[in-house]
């Protein structure tokens, strides 16, 4: 077995079932799922047991709510397979990808890290059906995380770029990984940081697994997969308010992270500049709506001044008043 399925999850009972399903509906059963309930307020393994007469499945429930960042590495640690993949328990798994991700894992002995696309799609879709929802309902055309087309093998510090994904992995769904890679280097994390259970509040509960990537993988080969595998729903998310603060506070932290770690100056300056592309509309929002926006999360010095020798901090003003007129005269953008 070459995979497992690692999923976190706490109350959402519906999307959980979801989730599932598309693991049910896999051609390729070899394959183990790791699930850990993080204390939700329903009765998971309950929800869970009819998956069991089809699914290798692994379930751990603690005995309180840990934050999010220790039940990912809860659900880590359950692994046995040689291959880790992260699924959102409110992400889906495409029509064959547990085969056609093995196949390419088999086809690439020599890479130790694999990208792999995912589609977006907004949560609405899937309530219109039956539940649970049956992925042969999966529209035709959806967007996808990365717009590249052709697969690419490449050095794990080369996976750094907009052009692939905006959020430099920070969306760990859409990331595979050597199991024993992984568990060798979780000494990076500070645990202390990590307990905090408010979602983004710090670097650490929000970028722990990019630490981890960092140390155990910075030196491996690589793999971009173009295909989509996956799909990320949104709209179903608690943090949705507080996004703007990961874009333009977390994204960057994550890059000051790989420069320090041996990306190199010119991609980092240039994927810096292109992640303050919402700079100041984004720290006004924060600005004006508090707190709930995470405003206290914000160090003005590090997150703010320190980001205002960048030009795209300054051109975020004109970018965001020409979507605005783009918008007003009804042209896509």
């Known amino acids: 077995m070459l ?3 690692c999923i976190p999850t706490y109350n959402r009972s519906q999307s959980l079932l979801n989730c599932l399903n598309s693991l049910c509906l896999q051609t390729n059963n070899s394959f183990e799922v790791c699930i850990s309930d993080n204390c939700s307020n ?3 393994e309950e929800l869970i047991a009819p998956f069991k007469k089809k699914l290798k499945l692994k379930f751990s429930k603690n005995e309180k709510n840990l934050g999010a960042a220790l039940n990912f590495l809860k659900a880590a640690s359950m692994a046995k397979n040689d291959f880790i993949w992260f699924l959102g328990d409110d992400d889906l798994l495409k029509p ?3 085969d056609d991700l093995s196949k390419l894992i088999d086809a690439n002995k020599e ?3 694999f990208w792999v696309n995912s589609n977006h799609l907004s949560s609405e879709f899937v309530e219109k059906f039956e539940k649970p929802f049956d992925t042969k309902h999966l529209p035709k055309k959806m967007k996808t995380l990365s717009p590249l087309k052709e697969d690419e093998k490449l050095m794990f510090f080369d996976l750094i770029k907009h052009r692939i994904a905006f959020d430099y992995l920070l969306g760990v769904f859409a990331c ?8 060798n280097n979780l000494h990076v994390i500070d645990y202390e940081m990590i307990k905090d259970k408010n979602a983004w509040s710090n670097f650490e509960n929000t970028c722990f697994h990019i630490k981890i990537f960092c140390e155990a993988f910075k030196n491996s080969k ?8 996956s799909v990320n729903l949104f709209g179903i998310r608690e943090w949705g308010n507080i996004y703007p603060l990961v874009e333009i506070v977390r994204i960057p932290e994550a890059l000051d992270y790989y420069r320090k770690k041996g990306l190199n100056f010119f991609q980092y300056i240039y994927e810096k500049n292109y992640s303050l592309r919402n700079f100041f509309n984004y720290f006004f929002k924060i600005l004006i709506n508090g707190d709930r926006m995470g405003l206290s999360y914000i160090n003005f010095k ?7 020798i960048y ?7 004109f970018y965001f008043i020409f979507r605005k007129i783009s918008q007003t005269l009804g042209f896509k953008i």
């Open 176 to 183: 595979v990984f050597k199991r024993k890679d992984w568990s």
């Open 3 to 5: 995979i497992s399925v």
């Open 111 to 113: 890479c130790d890290f």
């Open 311 to 317: 030009p795209n901090a300054f051109l975020s003003i």
């Open 222 to 229: 690589s793999y971009f997969c173009a295909k989509p595998l």
């Open 302 to 308: 590090k997150h703010f001044f320190r980001n205002l």
């Open 96 to 98: 064959n990808a547990i």
């Open 42 to 44: 329903y009765n998971v």
